[in-house]
């Protein structure tokens, strides 16, 4: 079973505090995947890479960096975190290929507060 | 150009009926729809998937109808059953650029 895991279900954080949410593939996956969920709103692509140490914006980029070090894991980085970055947060990857299926992690509910 | 349209917001069904949820994209680079579910507190999960050299696909009780010309897919949920409520999200992608894009997501629920 191919499996995407964050570190973290919940996360209580202060405004202002860097912010660090992981995300690790098991399935060798070239693409990896930030989105945030919010209702109404529907899944919004915050930044997206293709292979290690490769980045691109998504939609929603401001307020937001990554790391992918490794190509098994993403790491989401809230600079400086912000009360409206409070939302969930989803990890995906994929494999490249024609039609391959997304898969995403269980998600991390962020409040900063 | 990326954007794709999800309507509706919010969908109530008798168990034992059909729930339809409908699509829109513009771009028509985008050669694959996948549909995904989301139970409260899961990750999305791909349901059912399409693409446009057909019109139709169908796996069980879900059936993705597809219309090319009027750049137009929607999922459709037959003898509904309160197992299947959930969110349901349509997403599209184009070959050859990674991005896979939602819809706004559909908010599905079975009465019994």
């Known amino acids: 079973d191919v499996k995407v895991t964050q570190s973290s279900r919940y996360l209580v954080k202060r405004t202002g505090e860097k912010v660090f949410l992981e995300c690790v593939q098991d399935?060798?996956?070239?693409?990896m995947f930030w989105y945030r969920q919010d209702p109404g709103l529907g899944l919004r692509l915050i930044y997206f890479?293709?292979?290690?140490?490769?980045?691109e914006k998504g939609d929603i980029p401001e307020g937001y960096s990554v790391s992918r070090e490794k190509k098994e894991r993403f790491s989401l980085i809230l600079e400086s975190a912000s009360t409206n970055q409070t939302s969930m947060y989803l990890c995906?990857?994929?494999?490249?290929?024609?039609?391959?299926?997304?898969?995403f992690g269980q998600g991390t509910r962020l409040t900063v507060v | 150009q990326q954007q794709v349209k999800q309507s509706p917001q919010s969908l109530i069904v008798q168990k034992g009926g059909i729930s339809i949820i409908n699509c829109a994209y513009e771009?028509?680079?985008?050669?694959?729809f996948p549909w995904y579910q989301q139970f409260p507190g899961k990750g999305p999960a791909l349901l059912i998937a399409?693409?446009?050299?057909?019109s139709e696909k169908k796996e069980g009780r879900f059936t993705i109808s597809f219309n090319k010309s009027a750049k137009q897919f929607s999922l459709h949920i037959m003898d509904s059953q309160p197992g299947d409520s959930a969110t349901y999200f349509c997403?599209?992608?184009?070959?050859?650029?990674?991005?896979?894009?939602f819809g706004t997501g559909t908010r599905l629920l079975v009465s019994p």
């Open positions: 771009n028509t680079a985008f050669d694959y």
């Open positions: 399935m060798d996956h070239e693409n």
């Open positions: 997403a599209a992608r184009g070959t050859g650029f990674q991005k896979l894009v």
């Open positions: 399409i693409r446009p050299d057909v």
């Open positions: 890479s293709y292979d290690v140490k490769m980045k």
């Open positions: 995906a990857s994929f494999k490249d290929g024609l039609n391959t299926e997304a898969f």
